[in-house]
């Protein structure tokens, strides 16, 4: 009696073995039991470890995450300033436009510590999300810039500048 009942059963066996064999030629594994070595013995692992993050590092990450997303809070705010003052725009939209970037802004992740998430921390606390659409007020252009001017610079001096997109005006 063969050990293989079906042909079935042995094409089964011969696709495991193969990609038995495909897997351990694809990791490197040169590794050859001799006689007096079972194969148990035998160690076919191998292993790649990244080297974990230093603090400054995942700081430098949240710190370029908040300041790319803060980036698109002053796009909205940008474009929706344009629109309104070239008449594109009723003051209701206007409103409806600052009410998504102060949610957007609410939303924009932060480091634990530093500059960056210092900055983000004072400017959520003066400008904090509105739930809906209702009209919020963001003041003045001057008052906004002079508020939100600290992150900017924070994100500057982190090298992270910010950088915003105006697509309205032609």
């Known amino acids: 009696m063969t050990p293989f009942r079906t042909r079935s059963t042995a094409r089964h066996f011969a696709i495991a073995v193969g990609a038995a064999l495909l897997l351990v030629s694809a990791t490197g594994c040169t590794a050859v039991a001799g006689p007096e070595e079972s194969e148990s013995n035998v160690d076919v692992t191998e292993v790649v470890q990244t080297p974990p ?3 400054a590092e995942t700081t430098s990450a ?13 796009t909205i705010l940008l ?6 003052h070239q008449e594109r725009t009723t003051e209701k939209e206007k409103g409806a436009w600052f009410s998504l970037a102060s949610r957007v802004l609410g939303n924009v992740p932060s ?3 530093g500059p960056v998430a210092e900055a983000l921390a004072t400017l959520k606390q003066e400008y904090p999300a509105v739930p809906d659409l209702d009209s919020t007020d ?6 906004w810039y002079t508020a939100a ?3 900017m610079d924070a994100c500057d001096a982190a090298g992270h500048t ?5 697509f309205t005006g032609g």
């Not at 474009?79 to 309104?84: I, Q, R, V």
């Not at 963001?138 to 008052?143: D, F, R, Y």
Request: proline share 3%; charged share 20%.
């Open 53 to 55: 993050q230093t603090p």
């Open 62 to 74: 949240a710190d370029a995450a908040t300041c790319e997303a803060f980036a698109d809070v002053q």
């Open 79 to 84: 474009n929706a300033e344009t629109a309104f």
């Open 111 to 113: 480091a634990d510590e």
């Open 138 to 143: 963001m003041g003045s252009a001057e008052e």
């Open 149 to 151: 001017g600290a992150l």
């Open 162 to 166: 910010v950088i915003t997109n105006a």
